[in-house]
């Protein structure tokens, strides 16, 4: 029997995304947005009408946000990109990491503040090339500033309502870290929030009472703690990798969970059909009113 603690996915998109991640929710234009990070693609679904619409990025895209003059900045593997949804078109707005050429960048979120937060990660999973940074738009162009560094595979980041706790994943580590934010985007006393095992954290999202939400990857499910760390009941996905939720609807109250089929093995496909779909389920707390990157 499906409770409130345990509500039940249906699959509103059978796209069998290799890597499908990042989905955020555009309060503008009330659709969701999502990528497929290795079919190099970022994806519209307007639930109202059902219309479905995919653009193929320049590079591989690890998360895309909404910016407040209706065009989307992406982080795309070597940068941060606008695209505009009406022509199609990307123009790159920030070189990130041309040091790196191993690395790419992979999920960001954007605070109450207008600053967005992401991390890199090293493509071949295996070097501790990646970093945490912050990106905010100034009068002269963009001020980046590198928070944090050692990472193989970063996920998140994700902010808490009161806007004073930011949560980052070392992803094969299994942790969930959380840092004190302050006002002025300075983050400090890094320390273990949660530690997630069978399977890795993945991507990270907090409503609006400050539960910590977490696609486990490898674990065909979702972790939910509490701000204090408190684990509560994870709720089941048809999917292996469960990569990362989203809050959207006019209430906030649909849950949009993104999957993926890559490293999943054939016997578990055969279990599994829908897995790398996008997923959707009813919840009782709604989450946080989205934010867009300022346009200028």
Not at 128 to 150: C, K, W
Not at 161 to 171: E, K
Not at 209 to 236: C, S, Y
Not at 241 to 256: C, E
Request: charged fraction near 20%; glycine fraction near 12%.
């Amino acid at each position: 029997m499906n409770t409130p603690a345990m509500p039940h996915p249906s699959c509103v998109w059978d796209i069998k995304a290799q890597l499908g991640e990042g989905p955020v929710w555009s309060t503008r234009e009330q659709v969701l947005y999502f990528v497929d990070i290795v079919g190099q693609t970022i994806h519209r679904l307007d639930p109202a009408s059902g219309a479905r619409t995919s653009w193929q990025a320049p590079a591989r895209p690890g998360f895309v946000v909404p910016a407040s003059d209706g065009t989307l900045v992406c982080g795309l593997k070597d940068g941060l990109y606008r695209l505009d949804p009406r022509t199609g078109a990307f123009d790159r707005m920030l070189a990130v990491e041309p040091e790196h050429p191993g690395n790419r960048i992979n999920d960001g979120c954007v605070d109450s503040k207008g600053r967005l937060w992401f991390g890199t990660m090293d493509d071949g999973e295996g070097t501790p090339s990646g970093a945490l940074y912050s990106v905010t738009r100034q009068a002269h162009g963009f001020n980046i500033l590198r928070h944090d560094e050692g990472y193989v595979v970063t996920n998140g980041p994700g902010i808490s309502p009161d806007g004073t706790r930011l949560y980052h994943n070392h992803s094969p580590a299994g942790l969930i870290y959380v840092f004190d934010l302050a006002a002025d985007g300075s983050l400090s006393n890094r320390r273990i929030f949660a530690r997630v095992k069978d399977g890795y954290p993945d991507g990270v999202v907090v409503d609006s009472m400050g539960t910590l939400w977490v696609g486990v990857w490898n674990g065909g499910r979702i972790e939910r703690f509490h701000p204090d760390g408190t684990r509560l009941e994870p709720i089941a996905m048809p999917a292996l990798n469960v990569t990362k939720v989203a809050f959207g609807g006019a209430d906030l109250r649909t849950l949009y969970v993104t999957t993926a089929r890559k490293n999943t093995p054939d016997d578990m496909l055969a279990r599994y059909p829908q897995a790398g779909s996008l997923f959707s389920l009813r919840v009782d707390v709604p989450g946080q009113e989205p934010h867009a990157f300022p346009a200028s």
